[in-house]
């Protein structure tokens, strides 16, 4: 029996260890369009793999798996105008996981490749009208099409000279908008542009545009996320450590005019921004004085004992509903 690579455990979520939450996450991006008498049974097929399965059976399982999905984008990429304008897995989800795990590019579906690299680069030219979430390019890729193949952007990156890369990328992106915010990390960088997060992925060597289902995988990555957000909207708040691994965001929202503000108007626009909120997290607290709500939101980072399945997605939605109740107590904040 062969040995499973790294790739291959990535994309069952190792299941014979029994990792249940990388599991579900990955069937969940996936998203396999069951048929027949067993689809009812898809909650308790994921259940069953939770529980640990040997080698040899998952080693069957990615057989089936990767065989069918092999016909699955033959069958999607004989049908060019389906595959360009609503391909069989939303997003693009099935080639962006193939890179994630390091596929070569000669090994991926060729023309649902040519059309996320086309995707991408009228996307930021800003003409595209294609929505872009999750799209995951090799990053060498991106930064060709960024620069048009200049060195200015590939030189830093084959030396490994992330710090230089930055710079250079910061000064690449503005020429489109001069709304651009980075932050370095020891291995990534993460980029707003406007209101689009880029994240560079130097372990796997990678980019994602518009991250919505990336997994978060570091508390660094979670605060410098934060900190662009607070940056880019103007927002008075704090991140605070409980205790390794839970996070408070206090956020402190003024409310102006406030003598021509009925509290209880206030007090119900809250009750509905609660229910909001717990969408993306799992405990929220308001304090509503004459000036200004004071919030607390919870955030579960991963730690060296626990992963996460903190998203890119929920934290969107947290600073989403954030702006948007700001607007609504202060209609003059600046964006």
Do not use: W
């Not at 708040?237 to 206030?266: A, Q």
């Amino acid at each position: 029996m062969r040995t499973l690579s790294p790739s291959i455990r990535e994309l069952l979520g190792v299941l014979y260890l029994g990792k249940f939450k990388e599991t579900v996450l990955l069937f969940r991006r996936v998203r396999i369009t069951l048929r027949g008498k067993y689809r009812k049974y898809k909650d308790r097929f994921v259940k069953a793999l939770s529980e640990g399965y040997s080698e040899a059976n998952v080693d069957f399982l990615v057989d089936t798996f990767l065989e069918f999905m092999e016909d699955e984008c033959e069958r999607c990429m004989s049908n060019r105008m389906m595959c360009a304008l609503r391909p069989a897995c939303p997003n693009r989800r099935f080639l962006n996981l193939l890179i994630r795990m390091g596929v070569g590019v000669s090994d991926l579906p060729t023309f649902c490749y040519e059309q996320q690299v086309n995707n991408i680069n009228t996307y930021l030219e800003g003409s595209s009208k294609t929505r872009i979430i999750d799209a995951t390019l090799p990053v060498e890729e991106f930064l060709n099409i960024l620069s048009g193949g200049g060195e200015r952007l590939i030189g830093p990156l084959r030396d490994r000279n992330i710090e230089k890369l930055s710079k250079e990328l910061f000064i690449e992106l503005k020429r489109a908008t001069p709304e651009v915010l980075t932050s370095v990390g020891e291995d990534y960088i993460l980029a707003l542009v406007d209101d689009r997060v880029y994240f560079f992925d130097f372990t796997r060597e990678i980019v994602i545009i518009n991250p919505r289902d990336t997994i978060i995988k570091s508390k660094e990555i979670i605060k410098d996320l934060i900190n662009i957000y607070k940056e880019r909207y103007g927002l008075d708040l704090e991140l605070r450590e409980e205790f390794d691994g839970l996070y408070y965001l206090d956020v402190s929202l003024p409310i102006k005019n406030s003598e021509n503000k009925d509290v209880e108007d206030i007090e119900e626009l809250l009750k509905g921004y609660k229910e909001r909120f717990l969408r993306s997290t799992d405990y929220v607290f308001e304090n509503l004085s004459d000036s200004k709500i004071n919030l607390v939101l919870e955030i579960k980072a991963p730690t060296v004992q626990q992963k996460s399945n903190l998203t890119f997605r929920k934290i969107h939605e947290m600073f989403n509903t954030i702006i948007n109740l700001r607007k609504e107590i202060n209609p003059s904040s600046a964006e």
